[in-house]
Each structure stands twice: as C-alpha cells, then as structure tokens.
C-alpha cells in the first residue's frame, strides 16, 4: 500500500517496493536539481539516527502522483494526458522532517505547501481519472523519503533549503539497480491549466 499521510501507517507512494513480484512502478514526481541534492545528502547523515538505509542521492524525489505498474497500452494515455498539463512554475522551502513510524520512513517536506504544488497534483489526480487509473484516497502529504528502516529524525532541520521547481517528471522504479529510480519523460512548468476533453470519452 502507499502513504501521503503522516499519520498513515502504509509504505509512502513511489518510495518503496512492496510484496508480491518485482515490477516497474510509475509515478509522476519533481525532481531536485543537483545543488539541492548535494545539500539533502550533507545534511542527511545529521539528521538521521544510524542504522537506517539512506536513499541514493540519485533517487530523491518528491512524488506528485503515485500510479503503479502501467502496461504500455496505458502508459501512452498517460503520456499523451500529461502534454496537456500545464501550471506556473513555483518555489519549494523545505524546512521540515518526519518520521511514518511503522514502516521506519524518515521523510523531509516543504512548509508551507503552496498553492500552485497542490494545483499541479490536482491536475494529476484529474489526468489518473481521465485514463482510468484507480485513484489515491488519502489525503496528499507532499515529502522526500530520506531513509527506510529508519528511526525519527533526531535534529532540527537548520536553514531552509530553497527549491526552484520548473518542471515535472514521469519516473519508474529500476528493480534490482542503484540508483532505483529512472526518469522517462520531463515536462516544463508554464502558466495555464487545461487538461481539456478527455481522448477517451
């Protein structure tokens, strides 16, 4: 199962593999430019008690829309969907750490959401529908997974670290691989929002 609340219990969307076969698993997603990668992963080791497993630097994301394994037949629609999502770009301050305790996910999130981050995954959770793919029903908690099997974070966050997001991505799990996620297709940000008439109505 995957997670976008803090309170959940559940494995966080996009972040990890659950029973059952190895799959590809898709999920739309901003991904950091590389400075503020390098900031995550020089802060991570402080903020993290030892014995987690710290995500690559490499995989850090924050996930906009979880979508699961997709056979080619679906991924087209969604592809073809997203070319007509558009949204302003915005800025990201990261400022704050987590911890889903049940699954030992150690997280770190923006604060406050803006609104233009919710409007892009509502316009994502609109393209999910369009192509009949089953929908998320717990409430989003935009974050980057830090660490799995991990303990709460065991310090404040410092400094705020500033994000200019421009773009989304569609990425995939890499089963077996380091770093586990690839990413596939990138769409830039730009004002406007029109999903239009859905192609398979």
Do not use: K
Not at 29 to 34: F, G, I, Q, S, Y
Request: aromatic fraction near 8%; glycine fraction near 8%.
């Amino acid at each position: 199962m995957r997670c976008a609340n803090r309170r959940c219990a559940r494995r966080c969307s996009g972040c990890s593999v659950g029973s059952g076969p190895v799959v590809d698993r898709w999920f739309f997603a901003l991904w950091p430019p590389p400075a503020l990668r390098r900031a995550l992963c020089e802060r991570m080791p402080g903020w993290l008690p030892p014995g987690g497993r710290l995500a690559h630097g490499e995989d850090l994301h924050l996930t906009l829309v979880f979508l699961g394994a997709l056979t080619p037949s679906q991924r087209d629609p969604v592809i073809a969907a997203a070319d007509r999502v558009a949204g302003a770009p915005f800025e990201l301050v990261l400022r704050c750490l987590g911890h889903f305790p049940r699954v030992g996910v150690a997280w770190c999130g923006p604060e406050p959401e803006p609104s233009a981050l919710l409007q892009l995954h509502q316009a994502l959770v609109a393209l999910q529908h369009e192509c009949r793919l089953p929908l998320e029903r717990r409430p989003y908690r935009p974050h980057l997974t830090l660490a799995r099997r991990s303990g709460a974070p065991a310090a404040n966050f410092g400094s705020p670290l500033s994000w200019s997001v421009g773009d989304f991505v569609l990425a995939r799990s890499v089963p077996g691989h380091l770093p586990r996620y690839r990413v596939e297709r990138r769409w830039p940000l730009r004002p406007g929002y029109d999903l239009g008439p859905s192609p398979m109505q």
